[in-house]
């Protein structure tokens, strides 16, 4: 244990200063006592003289003593810790949540699944393997909002991605809005690398933005975009005819979003795929750094308050006792 105020000791033997430079009363201050308390008084003052000395007090006093000028000084404890590696990243993950979604043409743990409850198995350990990133989480359908903006609470970001439904923001889907909100997200963020995780199973049928120009925008601003085409290349048996599962998916948009920003795009036609996918991205955007050292300092100073006022009291009541054995004696000897 360490403290940041040594110097505080130097007072140490302030007690015994001011014992030895108390001025005494002068005869002609002296207090005048009746003469029938005055044998009591006597009495008293020898009762006092014959008690044997009491160490109790006077460890009492020093302890006290000790422990306040302790407190005074600022005792603490440097313990070692590890900082949040910070990566100077930012990421936007884009989950499409359209009703194509709900096709069951994936598997889990040997079930069959439909669409986003894969995805978000996958990219939900995506997202809480970035440690050290600031992860945005965007949702879509006809509409497309904010889910999380772009935080270290990487358990808050997939705990929103878990609570996300099919449906929730429309039924079609708005790439390029969402994009939109993704480089708004970004925009302003500090970070020196920005990038987008956008994975989409249809084509862009909605909203007011057209994606390629939002990843021209997105590459002005020194933005990637990765790009997921999500859907099984089997066939499935719909309500009313056979069709196949990535039907509706547009590659040749997601391709040049990809191409125009700098990034990469993937095909994901299974599970696993999927899988080795956002393990791939990951790598591309690595996030491994080393966390800066860090000193957490445990501070005692209430410890040592405690002390002094326990010492104090007990002082207290050690003097209240003998005053009052004092007291009771001196009484029991006085001539009636």
Do not use: C
Not at 45 to 66: E, F, G, T, Y
Not at 130 to 142: A, E, K, P, T, Y
Not at 143 to 163: C, G, H, K, M, R
């Amino acid at each position: 244990m360490s403290v940041s105020w040594p110097w505080i000791y130097l007072l140490l033997p302030l007690p015994v200063v001011l014992l030895f430079w108390r001025p005494r009363a002068s005869s002609e201050k002296a207090i005048k006592i009746p003469p029938y308390a005055a044998q009591a008084l006597n009495s008293v003052q020898q009762q006092q003289k014959a008690l044997p000395v009491k160490l109790l007090p006077r460890l009492l006093l020093i302890v006290a003593w000790l422990a306040l000028l302790t407190a005074i000084a600022q005792p603490y404890k440097n313990q070692p810790g590890q900082a949040l590696p910070a990566s100077g990243r930012a990421l936007a993950v884009l989950i499409d949540l359209s009703t194509s979604m709900e096709r069951k043409d994936f598997t889990l743990n040997g079930e069959s699944v439909d669409r986003l409850t894969v995805v978000k198995h996958i990219a939900g350990q995506f997202i809480t393997a970035r440690q050290g990133d600031r992860i945005s989480l965007v949702l879509f359908g006809s509409e497309a909002f904010i889910a999380s903006p772009p935080s270290y609470d990487l358990t808050s970001v997939n705990t929103s991605l878990q609570s996300s439904g099919i449906g929730m923001a429309g039924r079609t889907t708005a790439i390029g809005d969402a994009m939109g909100l993704a480089i708004k997200s970004l925009r302003d963020d500090p970070a020196t690398e920005k990038a987008m995780v956008l994975l989409s199973d249809g084509t862009n049928n909605a909203g007011s933005v057209e994606p390629e120009d939002a990843a021209e925008l997105a590459a002005s601003l020194g933005i990637v975009v990765h790009t997921i085409g999500l859907g099984s290349d089997a066939g499935t048996s719909g309500e009313q005819q056979f069709q196949t599962a990535a039907a509706d998916l547009d590659e040749a948009t997601l391709k040049s979003i990809s191409e125009i920003s700098g990034g990469s795009f993937f095909r994901a036609a299974t599970t696993e795929s999927l899988q080795r996918i956002y393990a791939e991205i990951d790598k591309l955007q690595s996030a491994r750094v080393s966390a800066p050292p860090l000193i957490i300092r445990q501070d005692f100073r209430n410890v040592f308050i405690l002390i002094a006022l326990a010492s104090v009291l007990l002082l207290a009541l050690y003097r209240l006792a003998s005053h009052r054995q004092l007291a009771s004696r001196s009484l029991r000897e006085m001539p009636t």
